[in-house]
């Protein structure tokens, strides 16, 4: 029935034991490949990417939430990332063969899987967002599982399915359909987290930055540095070095340098190779010449 | 017998309806792809890069060959790049499958058919040379056609099979195996050849430069401009950033800008994802991120 990514997000960046019993479970199964898993301690956050068909991906992210539910306990939760429950965020990407609307009736009945079996609050967001003001997904997190918590007890931000109130460990979830976006972290080098937190607000486009980027400023008290974390929802119109470059330009005026970046999880070769044609000066270059994609 | 990467090239590079009869022998043919192909009409030279099975590269490229006597004369060759032969160039890149001992086997053959069937002198460079003195590529073409054929004249830098004169209209080929090198041009916005020859002199190995670079400052009158054409035999120890940015510094000597920058042929993702990840300061990045490896 065609191919999908997703690339679900779990509360939990700081044990590889727990990690590792999720992971697994995206190990070794057919028609579905796990290409990258990542975790950041400071986030407390990891990312899991899988392909497949979209029947097989929908079953590992089922039996990867159920073992989410059983290990990760949001009531002792600390991190530097907004977040809503065990499994924060499922979103899917059709890849080839399936249309967004397949791809939507899927995310959908993910969804209803989520709530009867596991007893989960569940939002839609993005392409299957049920309500026209939850089609972003920082509007459906605001302000994280307390705000929701507390919007649900007063009736309000209620979930598109499941029981009106969050599951007591694992909190809520948010299930979409959604395009390819690029997640770009950009490491200052420097502790002060207000002046991540005042370049992402100037980068994003909510704050007269590049169209199509979300940013967040984010502390990394681990590695003594803070980051400019991002996602980029349309990278091939805004491609990274216009983000890098601009991130750079703004932590010019507090005389502080960009240590390092980092891409989190999938991203696609021509946003690679627009950004290298940029930095190179590149002209005429087709993907075609690249051996990798022959063999 | 495993896969072999071909990148014939080819004296022409101004006439379109030539390089599409030589070109259009590699379409639709069993167990060989062609990837790539494009012309220079200041290098005059046409570089055609082919993936497959040895065996049906081998049957090609003799092809491609046969077709190129036929067409190119170099008797009234004119073009920026040195050359010695219609088709001047053949080298064998073993990819998959294959060792470098098979491919060196296979080389020979080729060369021997090119002796046989057509009636050119062969020279065999790279890890298929005959000689020790006839590894080096630029050595065993020094001087182009007009000085290998003086030499042979006189008895000397005869050929390692055929005839020992050059063919009346289609000169001399040489063909060898080797590894991997990636085809970097620099365009310097001045058109000052001298510039472009002095930078090329300071950049490459032979001139205290960068270990595996060889460099030629090229004319480009068509286009104005002069360019730095390097060949990087080490892609992946000598980096195409460290390149870059080291004709930059010597370009700056003359007040002279890079114009842009040229990728010739095949290449290594993982060339690129190496230059890519150092103007990103990218860090943890891994190949298998990128999607379009997995479908």
């Known amino acids: 029935m065609g191919k999908i990514l997703s690339s679900p997000n779990f509360s ?32 407390n956050r990891s990312v899991v990417s899988i392909i497949g068909e979209a029947e097989a991906v929908i ?20 991190g530097q990332h907004p977040r809503c429950g065990a499994i924060d965020v499922i979103p899917l990407i059709p890849l080839q063969g399936i249309s967004l609307e397949e791809c939507v009736r899927i995310a959908h009945k993910l ?50 399915i499941g029981p009106p109130s969050p599951h007591p460990t694992a909190g809520c979830v948010i299930v979409g359909v959604r395009d390819f976006l690029v997640a770009f972290n950009v490491n200052l080098a420097t502790s002060n987290l207000d002046i ?3 370049i992402a607000s100037l980068v994003r486009e909510r704050g007269g930055g590049l169209v199509g980027v979300k940013a967040l400023g984010i502390d990394l008290p681990s590695r003594g540095k803070v980051q400019v974390s ?32 980092e891409i989190v999880g999938p991203v696609p070769l021509k946003v690679l190779i627009e950004t290298l044609s940029y930095y190179l000066s590149l002209r005429d270059f087709k993907i075609e010449q690249i051996v990798d994609i022959h063999i």
């Not at 990867?64 to 939760?77: F, G, P, Q």
């Open 12 to 43: 939990e960046g700081s044990s590889p034991q727990i990690l590792e019993e999720i992971v697994s479970l995206a190990r070794n199964k057919k028609n579905v490949k796990l290409i990258d898993y990542s975790s950041d301690a400071d986030h």
């Open 59 to 78: 079953e590992v992210l089922l039996e990867m939430s159920r073992k989410a539910v059983s290990l990760i306990n949001l009531n002792n939760h600390k």
């Open 111 to 160: 969804g209803e899987r989520l709530a009867e079996e596991l007893g989960l609050p569940v939002y839609f967001y993005g392409e299957a967002a049920f309500r026209e003001e939850r089609r972003d997904l920082s509007d459906v997190r605001r302000g994280g599982l307390e705000a929701m918590a507390e919007d649900m007890r007063q009736g309000k931000r209620l979930p598109d």
């Open 196 to 198: 991540a937190r005042r």
């Open 230 to 261: 991002m996602n980029i929802t349309m990278p091939l119109k805004t491609p990274l070095y216009r983000v890098l470059e601009l991130v750079k330009l703004e932590a010019k005026r507090y005389g502080v340098e960009v240590e390092s970046t």
